[in-house]
């Protein structure tokens, strides 16, 4: 089993539509997690930390659920410029803050 | 004013050759990581460095060696390259090895093996 998974997707979705998707973890030692995105031929940036009680940016919510090991990443009022590949990101940092990597979910927002 | 840079951004080379790829940062981070990330998409974590001394180091062939003069730069030779080593190669800082803080990513070196 991969320490972080994902559903590749791609998640087709109409422009001014919600989206959203799961990312799951085997590490229960986990400590910190991360949504990343990742533009075609780019490097990976910071979307937004994911805290334990959930947290909130502009149209973007992210969420954690640490009994069940997956946190989730809610996309609403879908922009064009939201395609692209979301990267769900862990970090154990009693492994010298390795961040590990799920495969990523690809987001094609359409018209 | 680019805040983590590597270079050079694409390495077009022949099997057999010995390569370098240079990344420095300027946000004053004390933590560097070489990433690598293959056609199928998936980042993995190759190196990390804090303050020059070597933290991480994932199960990477020894022709590959990671170099660290200070802080600021962390650079990466790849000796005898072959077919599947080709792929792009991230470099990133973060404030400190255990913080909660994210990693910021170099644009990436695409290294294509011929």
């Known amino acids: 089993r991969k320490e972080v998974e994902q559903d590749p997707g791609p998640f087709n979705v109409p422009e001014g539509a919600t989206v959203a998707f799961n990312c799951t973890y085997s590490?229960?030692?986990?400590?910190?997690f991360f949504w990343y995105r990742q533009d075609c031929r780019k490097e990976p940036k910071l979307l937004m930390s994911?805290?334990?009680s959930g947290n909130e940016d502009g149209r973007f919510t992210a969420q954690l659920n640490r009994a069940s090991q997956y946190i989730s990443l809610l996309i609403r009022d879908s922009k064009l410029s939201d395609s692209a590949t979301y990267l769900c990101?862990?970090?154990?940092?009693?492994?010298?803050?390795?961040?590990?990597f799920g495969g990523g979910t690809r987001v094609l927002v359409k018209p | 004013d680019t805040a983590v840079s590597q270079t050079p951004k694409y390495l077009v080379t022949q099997m057999g050759n010995d390569k370098s790829i240079k990344c420095e940062q300027n946000?004053?981070?004390?933590?560097m990581y070489w990433y690598k990330q293959d056609s199928k998409k998936f980042l993995k974590i190759m190196f990390s460095?804090?303050?020059?001394?070597?933290?991480i180091n994932e199960t990477v062939p020894n022709r590959f060696s990671p170099k660290s003069p200070d802080k600021a730069h962390l650079n990466l030779h790849i000796n005898s390259l072959e077919l599947g080593d080709s792929a792009v190669y991230f470099c990133?800082?973060?404030?400190?090895?255990?913080?909660?803080?994210?990693?910021?990513f170099g644009d990436g070196t695409r290294l294509s093996i011929l």
């Open positions: 946000l004053g981070h004390d933590t």
């Open positions: 990133a800082s973060s404030q400190d090895p255990l913080s909660n803080q994210p990693q910021h």
């Open positions: 994911v805290y334990s």
């Open positions: 590490n229960s030692a986990s400590q910190s």
């Open positions: 460095y804090n303050n020059k001394e070597l933290i």
């Open positions: 990101v862990v970090n154990n940092r009693a492994a010298g803050n390795k961040l590990t």
